[in-house]
């Protein structure tokens, strides 16, 4: 039985994908789960016009983090932080303080897609890795002062 997936599944594929299954599985566990779908012409052409639209959407947002890299490339990031003596920060500087530094510049992204290699306990220079899309990422240098 020809059936489309409504999510991912780990053993048959992704969200949209048309599977070939045995027809119990299909009927008794895939269905009444709502994991999939008969592959019927309607739910064909809803799948098809779903993959559309996800592709577009995808080619959107690749579009929107590309039109950062500019702006990223021109901002100047300096993130403050309380030190005591010899340098030394009091905690460490995280992808949230990152993050608002950037906002403050007008620049929105989430701290989440913001990765520090090596805890930050010192002032200096130091580099994060932004993933703006899945094939788009940017190496960001910053500096961290004494606040």
Do not use: C, W
Not at 125 to 134: F, K
């Amino acid at each position: 039985m020809e059936v489309i997936l409504k999510r991912a599944y780990k053993t048959l594929g992704n969200k949209g994908d048309t599977v070939l299954v045995k027809a119990g599985y299909a009927r008794n566990y895939l269905i009444p789960q709502g994991l999939a779908v008969v592959a019927n012409e309607a739910h064909k052409k809803v799948a098809l016009e779903n993959a559309r639209q996800a592709t577009h959407k995808m080619l959107k947002l690749k579009a929107n983090a590309e039109a950062l890299l500019p702006l990223l490339t021109a901002a100047k990031v300096v993130v403050a932080a309380k030190v005591g003596e010899g340098g030394k920060i009091f905690g460490s500087v995280t992808p949230l303080q990152i993050a608002k530094s950037l906002k403050e510049q007008g620049i929105s992204l989430d701290y989440t897609k913001i990765t520090i290699e090596v805890p930050i306990k010192q002032i200096g220079t130091y580099q994060a890795v932004l993933a703006l899309h899945e094939t788009v990422a940017y190496t960001l240098t910053f500096e961290v002062v004494p606040a």
